[in-house]
Nanobody, 119 residues
Framework: QVQLVQSGGGLVQAGGSLRLSCTAS????????MGWFHQAPGKEREFVAT????????YVSDSVKDRFTISRDSGKSTVYLQMNSLKPEDAGVYYC????????????WGQGTQVTVSS
């Protein structure tokens, strides 16, 4: 089992920055891929970024790659999503997720954190 606890988020003006955190526990992290997802109001959840815990390779969605970065602190068992130059359309709930490396579906999810961007 993997437990994911998120922190960060909140209210920010357009153009501002936020950093979301996701702390994992419960399983050998070297076997995990971590992901961040965004769900805007009234829309389906969509992929934002992923990072392989072992080796740290990562990928960020083309739609935000110029503004968002994903990173990890292995010592803290934490994955981060740094969001810069935020836009109103970035608002919504952000979810951290984990999957066993080599599998397709993210089977473990954080509680979600709200991001509000004022224009």
């Amino acid at each position: 089992q993997v437990q994911l606890v998120q922190s960060g988020g909140g209210l920010v003006q357009a153009g501002g920055s936020l950093r979301l955190s996701c702390t994992a526990s419960g399983r050998t992290f070297s076997m995990l891929d971590m992901g961040w997802f965004h769900q805007a109001p009234g829309k389906e959840r969509e992929f934002v970024a992923t990072l392989r815990w072992s080796g740290g390779t990562w990928y960020v969605s083309d739609s935000v790659k110029d503004r968002f970065t994903i990173s990890r602190d292995s010592g803290k068992s934490t994955v981060y999503l740094q969001m810069n130059s935020l836009k109103p359309e970035d608002a919504g709930v952000y979810y951290c997720a984990a999957r066993i490396m080599g599998t397709h579906e993210y089977g473990y999810w954080g509680q979600g954190t709200q991001v509000t961007v004022s224009s």
